[in-house]
């Protein structure tokens, strides 16, 4: 297939340089997609360098706490907040550098989970080609705010992984722009063990509500494997 010099070169990199797929699978095609938005960064002083991204189900009450690292969070934290580094950061310069080839990130798909581990496609296309490039959950997110594009998932990892939030649409209103927070945390994993399902369950409410999503996380996970 021939492509005009610019987007020959960029789709060259992707298929050499990274894990590039044909257009979605025919199973894929009969999953519904969920749409997510970012609606918190959360920061846990008690574990280190740990950082949870939360999306929230568009419409939806449930949220899907990922963790990353401490140079992901940061990645995403800049564009959300609008910032402007004196040097582009490694995620800019992939957007510079696609868009100075015309190839545009359409979407992010949160497409799989694997023993805790989140995987994601970023859907791309030129005037040309459309392509499927595997990624890193949280370099597709550090993409997708860059680019202003939406993030779906799958019904079965919010399934899995999603923690459904109590409506407050009643009470207080929600703000519009993510939020970032830092928060202290008490015990461990063992104490949870210790813990029986409704103490799990008051224990979740309390976490949620001071935005302590990693702790939450582990309680989720805790509850999950008593109910197996």
């Not at 959360?42 to 999306?55: C, D, E, G, K, R």
């Not at 992984?161 to 008490?186: C, N, R, V, Y």
Request: glycine fraction near 6%; charged fraction near 25%; include cysteine.
């Amino acid at each position: 297939m021939a492509f005009p010099l610019g987007e020959g070169l960029i789709l060259l990199f992707l298929r050499l340089y990274c894990n590039v797929h044909s257009p979605p699978r025919a199973e894929e095609w009969n999953m519904k997609k969920i749409e997510l938005e970012i609606v918190a960064l959360s920061h846990s002083i008690t574990q280190t360098h740990s950082y949870a991204v939360v999306l929230g189900e568009v419409n939806g009450l449930r949220r899907l706490p990922i963790v990353i690292g401490g140079f992901e969070a940061q990645a995403i934290a800049v564009a959300l907040e609008r910032m402007q580094p004196s040097r582009p950061l490694t995620h800019d310069l992939m957007k510079n550098f696609m868009m100075a080839f015309n190839v545009e990130l359409h979407e992010v798909i949160i497409n799989d989970l694997q023993e805790g581990i989140f995987y994601s496609k970023l859907i791309c296309s030129s005037e040309s080609d459309t392509v499927e490039i595997d990624s890193r959950t949280s370099d597709a997110l550090a993409l997708a705010v860059r680019f202003g594009c939406p993030i779906y998932t799958y019904e079965h990892i919010l399934e899995s992984a999603g923690i459904l939030m109590e409506d407050t649409s009643k009470g207080t209103k929600k703000s519009d722009a993510p939020t970032t927070s830092t928060t202290t945390t008490t015990g461990g994993n063992d104490d949870l063990k210790n813990l029986g399902l409704e103490e799990l369950n008051q224990l979740l409410g309390e976490v949620l509500e001071q935005e302590d999503y990693i702790r939450a996380i582990a309680i989720r996970d805790e509850i999950n494997s008593r109910k197996k």
